[in-house]
């Protein structure tokens, strides 16, 4: 099992800027693609950002322009640039790793984050 640890979360004003990371650890496996999701209160778990190994990234709408995912291989690290952060961005991040197990046979997994408190103030 990977474990996986977000951090960086915290109380800027509209505006600012925030960076989180996203480190998975774990012993003998390979990341497929490292995902960044949020949960406003009372709302659903929404899809932030995505980067694939192959360093393709995606982005939803609403933070295309402002917020850059990036990712450093060598250290499992996945961090979510937040530029020009608004009230609206205001949500707990989660990060999420879909990864492959190495083994005789190979097993893809997924795991989430405990998740980090992002909150902007007007």
């Known amino acids: 099992q990977v474990q996986v640890v977000e951090s960086g979360g915290g109380l800027v004003q509209a505006g600012e800027s925030l960076r989180l990371s996203c480190t998975a650890s774990?012993?003998?496996?390979?990341?497929?693609?490292i995902g960044w999701y949020r949960q406003a209160p009372g709302k659903q778990r929404e899809l932030v950002a995505t980067i694939h190994s192959g360093g393709s990234t995606m982005y939803a709408d609403s933070v295309k322009g402002r917020f850059t995912i990036s990712r450093d291989n060598a250290k499992n690290t996945v961090d979510l640039q937040m530029n020009s952060l608004k009230p609206e961005d205001t949500a707990v991040y989660f990060c999420?790793?879909?990864?492959?197990?190495?083994?005789?046979?190979?097993?893809?997994?997924?795991?989430w984050g405990q998740g980090t408190q992002v909150t902007v103030s007007s």
């Open positions: 999420n790793a879909d990864y492959t197990i190495q083994g005789a046979i190979a097993v893809r997994q997924i795991s």
């Open positions: 774990g012993s003998s496996f390979s990341i497929n693609v």
